[in-house]
């Protein structure tokens, strides 16, 4: 169902919107607009345990840019990276088609400027983030991804995981050495093996799909999907509005433990949509 492409280029670009650290929501249809109506919703949360939220939303109304970022590296480095992320790529995409050259481009920029921001500041070091992002066109969703953070989609009523972790156990997973059931319990399934900022490269998975009526994707932190099964994910998703749907995954995290931070970014194309 993915195809995976590979391009270079530079941008940067001039600042742009976003919000980050709490709950929002909001339909975005606009009638005298050819892009199908889009419903969306976020959520994010620190959890029971952490004393600090290092993950960062990445919302864009007016691009289209929906994504999640999950920081790591100290207690200021952690945040520092994943809203840096953020704050770099939106401002890298502004002004740009949906595509998925601008996408890597983006998130290379980003790689530098964290990877350079570390070395030049001692209480940064150590410092990365993840990064799954869904930048949608009129017809398509474009996928970037870096980490153990995941892009779902729920079409047809069935729930596909479009990102592959970037994880220890998940490479354990894909060369037959552990079973999936096994690296949920692993103790380094924490370990991710591609992160934003920790090295001078960057090697950025990318998808383009199909968007149609009545897809709904699902952007979300590990906090979400190493607490809550996909069953229980994909039935969420197929029982509920955007709004409510992420409510009820943050709550489902918190009832199994909230031992991390969690966030949830849930998008649906509304059926009726061309
Ligand atoms: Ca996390």
């Known amino acids: 169902m993915t195809r995976k492409f590979h391009f270079t280029k530079a941008t940067r670009q001039s600042m742009t919107d976003y919000v980050r650290g709490k709950a929002f929501a909001s339909a975005a249809a606009k009638e005298d607009t050819p892009r199908a109506p889009l419903v969306w919703a976020a959520q994010t949360h620190k959890g029971k345990v952490r004393p600090t939220n290092q993950d960062a939303l990445v919302v864009s109304e007016a691009m289209q840019v929906y994504g999640v970022a999950d920081g790591m590296g100290g207690h200021k480095g952690g945040e520092t990276a994943s809203a840096g992320c953020r704050d770099e790529v939106l401002r890298a995409l502004e002004g740009e088609k949906p595509g998925l050259q601008a996408l890597k481009s983006a998130i290379e920029a980003a790689n530098v400027a964290l990877f350079c921001q570390q070395e ?15 930048w ?18 729920l079409r047809d ?28 319990k692993h103790p380094l399934r924490n370990v991710i093996t591609r992160a934003v900022g920790t090295e001078t490269g960057i090697e950025v998975d990318l998808a383009v799909e199909e968007r149609r009526a009545g897809d709904i994707w699902l952007v979300c932190s590990d906090g979400l999907h190493g607490l809550v099964s996909d069953e229980e994910m994909a039935k969420t998703l197929r029982e509920n509005a955007p709004a409510k749907a992420a409510e009820l995954l943050l709550q489902a995290a918190l009832d199994a433990g909230g031992r991390d931070n969690i966030s949830v970014v849930v998008l649906q194309d509304k059926e009726g949509a061309r």
């Open 120 to 134: 030049a500041d001692e209480s940064l070091s150590g410092m990365g983030t993840t990064l799954s992002l869904v």
């Open 136 to 153: 949608l066109s009129d017809d398509a969703a474009y996928l970037a991804h870096v980490g153990d953070s995941r892009v779902y989609c």
């Open 157 to 184: 009523n069935e729930l596909q995981q479009m990102t592959d972790d970037h994880s220890l156990v998940a490479e354990l997973v894909r060369k037959g050495a552990i079973t999936a059931e096994q690296a949920e």
